[in-house]
């Protein structure tokens, strides 16, 4: 979904180096979260964040970290990353409130994380 | 929120129906069937959800049996582009709004 974008699409990075992973969204949606997917697996969440003010750990925030800078966007740290932190990274928006698609989440179209 | 049980893979032929299945024995009276899909290595896709009727969109048709132990995603004419992983997921509307994914059905269409 073009309303969602993520930066950068692929990334190569070694072991111990920070990186950070961008989040824009368009939609105007307060909700905001990052997933990460390994191969046969399904999504699992890491953070999410439901206005500016507010951050939220998910199922597996152990070595990531979060930053709500406005309501359009969420990015996501890897202060020190390591090589099982390869993956893909989802971020994703929804909106809550009265319209018929509200509780749906949109996807980004992912960034490729690769940790050497 | 209730677990979901998908068989691991599905076939269907293109241009029939395919009928994916889902188990959620625990599910709770608040709680909604939603279904996603993913497409190889993009980012999900919401397609239907439902509570205890019925219901039918533009790209599938949720039926959920009385006792909401159960479901089933139809797509009604399947193409080869409907080749994706297929996630049901039991959620409580208007809460938290987290989603869990399990590891979902990869559904093959074939020519």
């Known amino acids: 979904d073009a309303d969602v974008t993520q930066t950068p699409r692929n990334r190569i990075t070694k072991t111990g180096k920070r990186i950070m992973l961008e989040c824009s969204q368009t939609?105007?949606?307060?909700?905001m979260y990052w997933y990460r997917q390994d191969p046969g697996l399904g999504l699992r969440l890491i953070y999410y964040?439901?206005?500016?003010?507010?951050?939220n750990k998910g199922e597996i925030s152990d070595g990531y970290s979060v930053s709500r800078q406005a309501q359009a966007k969420f990015s996501l740290s890897l202060e020190s990353a390591i090589p099982n932190q390869t993956a893909l990274y989802f971020c994703a928006t929804s909106d809550f409130g009265q319209t018929k698609s509200y509780n749906e989440q949109f996807f980004g179209p992912g960034t490729r994380l690769t940790v050497l | 929120d209730a677990k979901t049980t998908q068989p691991p893979s599905m076939d269907c032929a293109e241009g029939r129906a395919a009928n994916l299945p889902c188990n959620h024995s625990?599910?709770?009276?608040?709680?909604?069937v939603y279904w996603y899909r993913q497409i190889h290595s993009q980012g999900p896709q919401y397609i239907i959800h439902?509570?205890?009727n019925n219901e039918t969109n533009e790209m599938a048709s949720l039926i959920i049996t009385e006792d909401r132990k159960s479901s089933t995603l139809i797509l009604p004419h399947a193409t080869l582009r409907d080749t994706a992983v297929y996630y049901c997921i039991v959620r409580v509307k208007n809460r938290d709004d987290k989603i869990i994914f399990g590891k979902g059905t990869r559904l093959h269409i074939l020519p």
């Open positions: 939609k105007g949606h307060d909700r």
């Open positions: 964040s439901f206005d500016v003010k507010d951050i």
């Open positions: 439902g509570l205890k």
């Open positions: 625990t599910i709770s009276g608040n709680e909604y």
